[in-house]
């Protein structure tokens, strides 16, 4: 079956780095993908709409500089948290639609941020 | 703009019993898909179901079956004979014409032996 895969699952780094997680869809291609954000216990939040060859589309209150989205091939989306500070710390999952017409999305096993 | 609203954050359940999770949700479209997605503790989403707005008849599968009220924006999930294993978040879901997909708030799921 269409499976949508994640890297990594964990990542830990230093306030003020930057970090890459990359969001692949294995075997179909996705010309749209979106990432979401997941605090403790919350539901997911929708931050962008990936788009392939072209700029994402940013939900309103997520700052595009802070949270950087390439979609450069119809299989590959990459999230860089640029900057990244404790605040950022979060779950962050991607999701691409299999089916656009039945609305069949695959999502991610998602990526735990910790920025310390 | 679309929203969802699932009411109950948690609920129980005795194992083997039924039990009914509520969604509400609000939108100008016509045409549109709901869902209920289960979030176990390894955090991958899951489709539980979907159901499309044109059909009239509520979706099922297996154990989990929903009640689809257009008119009224309401779509709850049942599972009946609830198992262990369907301990979780579940979380209901709009997509509509700009397919993105929107979620609730949750409500997590115990199911008592």
């Known amino acids: 079956g269409a499976v949508v895969s994640q890297h990594p699952s964990r990542v830990i780094c230093k306030s003020g780095t930057s970090v890459k997680i990359e969001c692949r869809s294995l075997d179909f291609q996705a010309t749209t993908m979106f990432w979401y954000r997941q605090f403790p216990k919350q539901s997911l939040m929708l931050m962008a709409t990936s788009n392939e060859g072209s700029k994402a589309t940013y939900e309103q209150g997520v700052e595009k500089d802070k949270f950087l989205i390439n979609h450069a091939s119809l299989t590959l989306s990459t999230l860089t948290v640029t900057s990244a500070h404790p605040e950022d710390s979060s779950f962050y999952i991607c999701?691409?639609?299999?089916?656009?017409?039945?609305?069949?999305?695959?999502f991610g096993q998602g990526t735990r941020l910790t920025v310390v | 703009a679309q929203t969802v609203t699932q009411s109950q954050p948690e609920m129980s359940v005795q194992e083997a019993e039924t039990v009914t999770l509520s969604c509400t949700y609000d939108?100008?479209?016509?045409?549109?898909?709901l869902f209920w997605y289960k979030q176990p503790p390894s955090r991958q989403m899951i489709l539980v179901i979907r159901?499309?707005?044109?059909?009239?008849q509520n979706a099922t599968e297996n154990r989990f079956s929903v009640n689809f009220q257009k008119a009224a924006k309401s779509f709850s999930l049942k599972i009946s004979d609830s198992q262990l294993g369907d301990a979780a978040m579940y979380f209901c879901?709009?997509?509509?014409?700009?397919?993105?997909?929107?979620f609730g708030k949750g409500t997590r799921l115990h199911i008592l032996p």
């Open positions: 939108t100008s479209e016509s045409d549109y898909y």
């Open positions: 999701s691409a639609f299999w089916d656009r017409r039945k609305a069949e999305a695959f």
């Open positions: 159901q499309e707005a044109y059909k009239q």
């Open positions: 879901a709009y997509s509509g014409g700009d397919d993105k997909i929107i």
